[in-house]
């Protein structure tokens, strides 16, 4: 594991942070809460309908058959009419089954033909389980299925089993028609992740964009999942120049403002690529005045975008930014790229578990924020602690080369914590200087944080372990 990993969390702050399960919840609930408030009407246009059927709570008709359902995640698109019955990603399974309910045309039996992922993170597939029964296909880019096996390996717990993936892959574009609507799917590169795809229902003249518009909020940025911020400032453009003049667009995630949400037209892409412009000019900016990515990370708002919310991933953008114009390596569990010595872990009870250094641990990005994480030799250590390891490791909080080990094997052992604490000091942990190959080191100043939290939390969170073994 490299330096990158152990960066300020971009997860919003939150009143109660749970860990386990919980923790991804809560990090989670800050991009997923971003669609929740219904967009003002459609606006008048030659493809608009003129009198829209009645539709169920949270759903909207935008143009002709195709509409849009908020809900909580990515914003859900939806084809109905007699001949065609399509969704674009599902969000989460309450919010999918409410969707599923209450799909116009759909009764009670009829089969959904058609089911598109714009991408793997959780809040555009997590619903897949409950559409799985009543769609004939599901439908994604072939870079989805292995993106998304590996992010829900990295929950806690891991998830990989309750992931449906799609069955129906495509490398460039796809195209499905019926008699009164076509869907053309087409990946354009690297960008959020690297298995956006944009559908565009060519009739209605409506897009679905995924989450290459976060439209006016501060975006999620998944290097670990093959996003690039050059290239995603390229697809922008090109596909601006590529749908037509008066497409509608229906975006993955849109502030709350009604001014603003989750569809809009193409001049709101060219939002979105002046806010990556202007990520990318800063950052290589203060880095020619020889600025840390520290120093970097501490600005709290991008000059020039007061619309934008959801400040909290800035640091997060300029992380990944920095790693980018640097060419840093994208964390992999193979990277040997650390020079801190590793060090030997005895346990009370003389056990030697195995030998670690602060590669084996970190903050993995995840899809709203950070995740704990463990290279396979971290998670052989845990497995075989027991709570009188975990007193010992206690002790590691006030040890300038252990307390990032110490902290991340503590939370990833944790069950069911309600701490209130900001996120971003929960699990902040960075790196003075930004690169450990050059013998940088850990911000000591957490230590004293990361000590009094655990204190506080104490140790009747960890009472599920066994007790120590004699001999």
């Known amino acids: 594991m490299n330096r990158r990993t152990f960066l300020r969390t971009s997860a919003a702050s939150a009143a109660t942070l749970a860990l386990a399960s919980r923790a991804s919840r809560s990090r989670l609930a800050a991009q997923t809460s971003d669609t929740t408030s219904a967009s003002p009407a459609s606006p008048a246009s030659p493809n608009s309908d003129t009198a829209a059927p009645a539709l169920s709570d949270g759903f909207e008709l935008l143009r002709r058959n195709v509409g849009i359902f908020h809900g909580r995640g990515g914003t859900i698109g939806w084809l109905s009419s007699p001949d065609a019955l399509c969704v674009i990603d599902t969000q989460f399974p309450d919010t999918a089954a409410q969707c599923l309910a209450g799909l116009p045309g759909r009764g009670s039996a009829r089969l959904i033909d058609v089911l598109l992922n714009t991408h793997h993170h959780i809040d555009h597939t997590s619903g897949n389980p409950v559409f799985k029964p009543a769609v004939k296909c599901i439908v994604a880019h072939a870079n989805v299925p292995a993106l998304q096996r590996a992010a829900s390996a990295r929950m806690n717990p891991p998830t990989v089993d309750q992931q449906v993936y799609a069955n129906m892959t495509f490398a460039d574009s796809w195209n499905m028609t019926f008699p009164d609507e076509t869907l053309h799917a087409r990946h354009y590169g690297p960008a ?87 990520l990318l000019d800063y950052t290589r900016k203060q880095i020619a005045a020889g600025k840390s990515k520290a ?177």
Do not use: C
């Open 192 to 278: 959020h992740t690297n298995g956006d795809i944009i559908i565009h229902f060519e009739k209605a003249n409506v897009v679905h964009i995924g989450d290459l518009v976060f439209n006016r909020l501060y975006p999620v940025i998944d290097r670990i999942g093959g996003g690039n911020i050059s290239s995603w400032i390229k697809i922008l453009e090109t596909a601006r120049a590529t749908y037509p003049a008066d497409a509608r667009y229906i975006f993955g995630h849109g502030n709350p403002n009604p001014k603003f949400g989750p569809t809009g037209t193409r001049d709101d892409l060219l939002v979105m690529r002046d806010y990556l412009t202007g």
């Open 295 to 471: 120093e970097i990370m501490k600005v709290e708002t991008l000059p020039g975008f007061p619309d934008y919310e959801m400040a909290n991933r800035l640091a997060s953008n300029l992380d990944v930014a920095y790693d980018e114009l640097t060419e840093s390596p994208v964390f992999a569990e193979d990277d040997e790229s650390v020079s801190l010595e590793p060090f030997e872990i005895k346990v009370p009870t003389g056990r030697l578990l195995t030998m670690l250094s602060n590669r084996d641990v970190g903050w993995d990005l995840g899809y709203v924020g950070r995740e704990p994480i463990l290279s396979p030799n971290a998670e052989a250590v845990l497995k075989a602690l027991n709570v009188d390891d975990i007193n010992k490791i206690k002790t590691w909080l006030s040890d300038s080369e252990r307390f990032a080990i110490a902290h991340v094997l503590l939370t990833k052992t944790a069950k069911d914590i309600e701490y209130t604490i900001s996120a971003s000091e929960w699990n902040k942990l960075r790196v003075i200087g930004g690169s450990l190959d050059n013998g940088d080191v850990y911000d000591l100043e957490q230590m004293r944080t990361l000590q009094d939290m655990w204190a506080k939390i104490g140790t009747s969170v960890f009472r599920h372990l066994p007790s120590a073994k004699s001999g």
